[in-house]
């Protein structure tokens, strides 16, 4: 690995560990949803889990949630590139759009822009603290990096809003599995 492929892991990683600590302490968006998307038992959490992301998807304006969906459907067909471009369109109009960021980071970080991947992801997690989507990308792009503590934390923080999601289950236990030395 080179000396500056090291800075920027290095980099990245303190950014999101930074953005991780200072989340812990904000408010919940919509309390009652979230409190039900995090019960462990009972089936209630899937209509709080739609419910959450209908609000979250929308912007507010049919001309940008129409973007949106340029952007998530570039995404969906691999052409990171055009999604990046409808997304920086996005946000560029919906600055406090929490979903935009969160979609942009993806974009970002699936084409290897993993700075700019960071930024959004912070962003979308300033804007809306309980962002488990963008706690979870946050998990994959740190692991990826090789700093398992810090995406350990990223998935757990996850798994507190929304103790569901089954992919950042089996991470956590594949980077605990990981952590002990042990084949899962």
């Known amino acids: 690995m080179s000396l500056h492929t090291t800075i920027f892991h290095s980099a990245v990683t303190a950014f999101a560990t930074l953005t991780l600590s200072a989340q812990v302490f904000a408010a919940p968006a919509d309390p ?14 899937m209509e709080a889990e739609t419910q959450i992301l209908n609000r979250w998807s929308d912007t507010g304006s049919e001309a940008l949630n129409m973007i949106q969906t340029r952007g998530e ?3 969906d067909e691999g052409d990171f590139v055009a999604a990046i471009g409808h997304l920086t369109a996005l946000v560029d109009h919906a600055p406090d759009h929490a979903m935009g960021y969160q979609l942009r980071g993806l974009a970002f970080w699936l084409n290897g822009d993993f700075g700019p991947a960071a930024a959004d992801l912070a962003r979308s997690l300033e804007l809306e603290p309980k962002q ?8 994959a792009m740190l692991e990826e990096l090789g700093n398992t503590q810090a995406a350990t934390d990223a998935l757990n923080r996850s798994l507190e809003i929304h103790p569901h999601q089954q992919d950042v289950i089996d991470a956590v236990s594949r980077l605990d599995a990981e952590d002990n030395g042990t084949d899962i």
Do not use: R
Request: hydrophobic residues 50%; negative net charge.
């Open 32 to 45: 009652a949803l979230f409190e039900t998307l995090a019960e462990k038992n009972g089936d209630a959490w």
């Open 132 to 139: 488990y989507l963008a706690l979870s990308q946050l998990g």
């Open 73 to 75: 459907t570039a995404l």
